[in-house]
């Protein structure tokens, strides 16, 4: 819950926590077992922001963040907020923009294979230095040619297109291995056969359109990804999350440490950003976490234990939540007593042991002060969302979508002319110039074999005896007529 300049978290009998707004772009985790009560934390923390005019953009797994459009309700949690003397609060809903890159749920979300980069895209390829710097200049002849890099079916045609021509582009553009070629065509496909067409295409999503202010309430909007299908593709997942972010970083100016965020970015199931994915991913997203939060950009982390995240991540998350973690195997309390050695200790309790006895809804907490410093752990309860907990009617989400500023932006997807049409074209007009050269040299042939053959049966006839007698018979009686005539005119002539 916001008021001046402080998101209330938790409370107990004799602390509050809050972070303060101006070191919320410090970053932060939320961490527990499956239960425990992380949902319903980011959720007051995704609310909170809104109301404090930061727009937020939250990854929704389940479903059931869907709520934060609808007013909450003093049965469900009308007893908390009671037990926690939020004399101030108020149950109201929030303005909220559905998305989701299959578009059944909500806005479709795109970008271009052009707009994500060859770099990476070559990391989420894992692509060696060698294959990489094919794929840029795959990436240079396609800009060149002006054929647009819309979606991955492009992408193939080119690599097709290349390996088709490689002869004409080696002088221009340097050696462009077969074999890499081939690579790149086998990983581009099977990439194309686990994304489908959803994600790349056009029109393309804005960056800009995440950034954006509630006319009629001056909250921060918030976009809620609808991520249930997209959850079962890490590498679309993934592959989204990395478009989000390197987008943003590439977009945004510096900020310095802005008074309040511009942004702040949830990624629920955080752990799929680190978890078999190459080591130029991760090392991709940890060099964003470091460098995004002069930005104004805030990245939240929701995941069940802090060893999901990469030592070099979680050092830079200043704002941590640890909800309750059992410990029934010796793998299980390692995690924990990690998870406490990253809290700052309160000589109050063990941290250890706290972890373990937490309730649901209840959590550790150890934010930021306003000198940039962790406070101490504290247990505290966390506050009840303001709006409705758990998944909304599809006519009530359908109603929310067009209603939309964003409706009619996305919902139908375009087909520019690009690479994979221009390719086909030039292909098309080369087929069409070798076959017309091709029905000119038949015609050609043709011609000079009808020569050839009236040669041949006008030398048969001469050889012919019949020939050579008639000619000889023709030739005397011609030169009979011939000579009678010639005497009859003598005759006349000298009568």
Not at 77 to 94: E, I, K, M, P, Q
Not at 179 to 199: I, K, P, S, W
Not at 280 to 286: K, L
């Amino acid at each position: 819950m916001y008021s001046q300049g402080q998101i209330l978290v938790g409370k107990n009998e004799s602390v509050s926590a809050n972070i303060p707004l101006s070191l919320a772009c410090r970053h932060g985790l939320i961490t527990g077992a499956t239960g425990t009560g992380k949902t319903v934390t980011l959720k007051v923390l995704a609310e909170s922001f809104a109301a404090a005019g930061v727009p937020a953009f939250v990854v929704d797994v389940k479903g059931d963040l869907a709520g934060t459009v609808n007013p909450g309700s003093s049965d469900s949690v009308g007893s908390r907020v009671a037990s926690l003397g939020l004399t101030d609060f108020v149950y109201t809903g929030f303005p909220v923009v559905f998305a989701d890159p299959y578009g059944q749920h909500g806005h479709p979300v795109r970008t271009t294979v052009q707009s994500l980069g060859y770099r990476l895209l070559a990391k989420m390829l894992d692509l060696s230095e060698a294959q990489t710097s094919v794929l840029s200049l795959v990436y240079k002849i396609a800009a060149n040619e002006h054929k647009k890099l819309n979606d991955l079916g492009d992408l193939e045609s080119m690599l097709v297109f290349i390996s088709q021509h490689r002869a004409d582009y080696t002088a221009q553009y340097g050696n462009l291995a077969p074999q890499t070629l081939t690579t790149l065509q086998r990983q581009v496909l099977a990439l194309h056969d686990e994304l489908g067409d959803h994600f790349f295409g056009t029109p393309e999503f804005r960056i800009s359109d995440l950034r954006a202010l509630d006319a009629d309430t001056g909250f921060g909007r918030l976009t809620i990804l609808d991520a249930q299908k997209l959850f079962l593709s890490p590498t679309a997942y993934v592959a989204l999350v990395l478009w989000f972010l390197n987008s943003l970083y590439d977009q945004l100016p510096e900020v310095g440490e802005p008074a309040k965020p511009k942004l702040v970015f949830f990624f629920d199931e955080a752990h799929l950003l680190f978890t078999h994915m190459p080591k130029t991913v991760i090392d991709h997203v940890i060099k964003i976490v470091k460098l995004i939060r002069s930005k104004g950009v805030g990245l939240y982390f929701i995941s069940q234990s802090p060893a999901d995240i990469p030592p070099a991540v979680l050092n830079q998350l200043g704002h941590k939540i640890q909800h309750a973690l059992r410990a029934y195997t010796p793998a299980e309390q390692k995690a924990i007593a990690a998870a406490a050695a990253g809290l700052r200790p309160n000589p109050a309790f063990n941290t250890q042991q706290a972890i373990q006895d937490l309730a649901t809804g209840e959590a550790l907490v150890s934010f930021l002060d306003e000198r940039g410093q962790p406070n101490i752990a504290q247990k505290v309860t966390i506050l009840p969302p303001q709006s409705q907990m758990g998944p909304i009617s599809d006519q009530r989400r359908a109603q929310i979508i067009a209603a939309s500023p964003l409706f009619g932006l996305y919902e139908t997807a375009t087909n520019e002319t690009s690479a994979q049409e221009l390719n086909q074209a030039a292909l098309d007009q080369l087929q069409e110039q070798k076959l017309a050269a091709a029905q000119a040299k038949q015609a050609t042939a043709d011609q000079k074999a009808r020569a050839q053959a009236e040669r041949a049966a006008q030398k048969a006839r001469q050889a012919n005896p019949v020939y050579k007698l008639g000619r000889k018979v023709v030739t005397k009686a011609v030169d009979k007529a011939i000579n009678k005539t010639l005497n009859s005119l003598m005759k006349n002539l000298f009568k």
